[in-house]
């Protein structure tokens, strides 16, 4: 099994509806982080949290929201999906030493 | 804020051909690593190289190595003997050494290997 998974792979949604991108990992690392990846502009931080209780927003957080159910799973939430939104993203685990874990991403599109 | 500025959008070179990738970047920190990724078409992010700022010494993994120089802030990746499965983006990032750690990455090299 992967150490760091995402579901889905692939979504297609439409535009306004609530969306949820699932996080889960077995590294036991407290750092999480949700990235977005657009063509020239590469990988930008949306969330990151250290712990269930410590969540903190990146460079591109606005329409996006974060929940960390608990050390192991960080899920991110698009409230109300719009085209812009359309995006490969990437949920990541850091063990502050060697650097980051990356899941294999979902790429999500916004119709 | 840290940036990283990587000023070829795309390059190719025929397999076996020595290639260079640049990378700049920008900071006020005096610790931090730097990274090369590799995203193959699986997108998969993966770990290619890592220079831990206070070491002098450039890193090297087989066929890639970097040259980084700290005071121009410059940290190139050199990938020697190319084969086609090194066809992918490559990206460089930054990393703090303390606090939250954010990876900063640059736009991504876009790297085709002929046959």
């Known amino acids: 099994d992967a150490d760091v998974t995402q579901t889905p792979r692939n979504r297609i949604t439409k535009t306004g509806k609530r969306i949820m991108l699932e996080c889960s990992q077995t590294k036991g690392h407290d750092r999480m982080y949700w990235y977005r990846q657009d063509p020239g502009l590469g990988l930008r931080l949306i969330y990151y949290s250290f712990d269930v209780k410590d969540i903190n927003k990146g460079e591109i957080s606005d329409g996006y929201s974060v929940s960390r159910q608990a050390q192991a799973k960080f899920s991110l939430s698009l409230e109300s999906a719009i085209p812009n939104q359309t995006a490969l993203y990437f949920c990541?685990?850091?063990?502050?030493?060697?650097?980051?874990?990356f899941g294999s991403g979902t790429r999500l599109t916004v119709v | 804020a840290q940036t990283v500025t990587q000023s070829q959008p795309e390059m190719s070179v025929q397999e076996a051909e020595t290639v260079t990738l640049s990378c700049t970047y920008d900071?006020?920190?005096?610790?931090?690593?730097l990274f090369w990724y590799k995203q193959p078409p699986s997108r998969q992010m993966i770990l290619v190289i890592r220079q831990e700022a206070y070491k002098q010494q450039n890193a090297t993994e087989n066929r890639f190595s970097v040259n980084f120089q700290k005071a121009a802030k410059s940290f190139s990746l050199k990938i020697s003997d190319s084969q086609l499965g090194d066809t992918a983006m490559y990206f460089c990032a930054f990393m703090p050494y303390q606090g939250a750690q954010k990876l900063v990455f640059g736009q991504g090299t876009r790297l085709t290997i002929n046959p």
């Open positions: 990541a685990t850091n063990d502050r030493l060697y650097g980051y874990t």
């Open positions: 900071t006020s920190e005096s610790n931090y690593y």
